[in-house]
């Protein structure tokens, strides 16, 4: 090979996740969470609100996503307070989630 290896996906080390779109929200959401002394929740990042619906996609193939329980996940609003088209804030049905 020429050095260059296949990336391998970071595995998930705890059963509760808090996901956003950027560097951003991974550094206010684990200084938040260590102000309050919350630990054992994994923050990552998904790369922008068009690349939510990939990263959901290979999380449950990664290492380690059998344990999961809890999956939080945030996006902010832009310019758009509405949400965005096709942005529904109601649950689909008990225990589904909103779409955006």
């Given at each position: 090979?020429?050095?260059?290896?296949?990336?391998k996906?970071?595995?998930?080390?705890?059963?509760?996740?808090?996901?956003?779109?950027?560097?951003?929200?991974?550094?206010f959401f684990?200084?938040?969470?260590?102000?309050?002394?919350?630990?054992?929740?994994?923050?990552?990042?998904?790369?922008g609100?068009?690349?939510?619906?990939?990263?959901?996609?290979?999380?449950?193939?990664?290492?380690?996503?059998?344990?999961?329980?809890?999956?939080?996940?945030?996006?902010?609003a832009?310019d758009?307070?509405?949400?965005?088209?096709?942005?529904?804030?109601?649950?689909k049905?008990?225990?589904?989630?909103?779409?955006?």
């Amino acid at each position: 090979m020429n050095g260059v290896e296949a990336a391998k996906p970071k595995p998930i080390e705890s059963p509760l996740m808090l996901v956003g779109e950027g560097v951003e929200e991974v550094l206010f959401f684990s200084a938040m969470l260590e102000h309050l002394g919350i630990s054992g929740v994994q923050v990552e990042q998904y790369i922008g609100k068009t690349g939510l619906n990939a990263y959901l996609r290979t999380l449950k193939v990664r290492p380690g996503f059998a344990p999961v329980t809890r999956l939080g996940i945030t996006r902010d609003a832009d310019d758009n307070p509405t949400g965005g088209p096709g942005c529904s804030t109601r649950r689909k049905g008990r225990g589904s989630p909103a779409t955006c």
